[in-house]
């Protein structure tokens, strides 16, 4: 785990409930995966599962549109942000019921209107420190492992396979690289729909793939059509892919290794669908 939420400084409010620092963790691991330099995200958390997840030229923009991925499910949840909060952001996200809000940094004055909030718990911390060891713990013991990070060969781009479709563009493949890199915040089974480099609908925790697929496109609704999606593990059978597919998502990335890849494939050839 990142050492940020442990050593975070508690600018205002109450004392953090169990859920309240779980939740707060899952948020920070989100955001931390984009370089701030080169991009401003927000994640909104609930229960330890995203309903939104942006990014955007701004912090500002990045919160607009992390919390039209799912306004419903953003009341009550805990936001991360990857840059200093300022007025822009702080603005709309008082008017919406917030648990906690974490970020490396607040202006003055993008404090003061939050602190007008005596509900939210705010917290600075720092998104660098990574711990490469973290500890799950188990009934009678605990297990260490590394930490999962988004370094493999194939989190990048460049050594992915398309196996079906046109090429895709420049755009749809910016937004299957933030899908992917998004998508390991969701808790399995996970499909995520991204559109425009933001969440627009995220299936999570369901016992098979085919509803998450179903969650991610009701959720999704009209932004469905021209969005691509991102999918935690292969899929076993081709009917979730063609849940997907029916909705007019354009193209699709997942890690592949089922017996049943080449049926997989077969429904996105026929679909035309990267």
């Not at 401003?40 to 955007?56: D, E, F, L």
């Not at 196996?163 to 399995?188: I, M």
């Not at 909705?247 to 049943?260: E, F, L, T």
């Amino acid at each position: 785990k990142r050492f940020g939420v442990a050593t975070a400084r508690q600018v205002q409010g109450k004392q953090l409930s169990y859920n309240n620092v779980n939740d707060t963790d899952a948020a920070f691991e989100c955001v931390a995966e984009f370089d701030p330099a080169r991009t401003a995200a927000v994640a909104i958390i609930k229960h330890a599962n995203p309903c939104g997840i942006a990014t955007g030229k701004d912090i500002a923009s990045a919160y607009l549109a992390a919390h039209a991925c799912d306004p419903v499910s953003a009341f009550g949840g805990v936001v991360a942000a990857n840059r200093k909060v300022d007025l822009a952001m702080a603005e709309p996200l008082s008017k919406i019921f917030t648990e906690v809000l974490i970020a490396p940094a607040f202006d003055a004055d993008a404090l003061e209107v939050l602190m007008k909030k005596p509900s939210i718990r705010i917290l600075q911390c720092d998104l660098t420190a990574i711990d490469p060891v973290e500890l799950r713990p188990v009934s009678g013991g605990a297990l260490l492992q590394e930490s999962d990070l988004i370094d493999a060969p194939g989190d990048s781009a460049a050594n992915w396979v398309q196996v079906s479709g046109d090429p895709v563009s420049a755009q749809a493949l910016k937004d299957l690289e933030f899908a992917w890199r998004s998508v390991r915040a969701v808790k399995s089974n996970a499909i995520l729909l991204a559109k425009d480099s933001a969440a627009v609908g995220i299936g999570m925790g369901q016992v098979n793939r085919v509803d998450s697929a179903k969650l991610a496109v009701d959720r999704a609704g009209d932004r469905v059509a021209g969005s691509v999606a991102a999918s935690d593990a292969f899929f076993p059978f081709a009917d979730g892919l063609q849940i997907l597919l029916d909705a007019g998502v354009i193209a699709v990335a997942q890690p592949g290794g089922s017996v049943r890849d080449e049926e997989v494939i077969a429904a996105a050839v026929a679909a035309n669908v990267a």
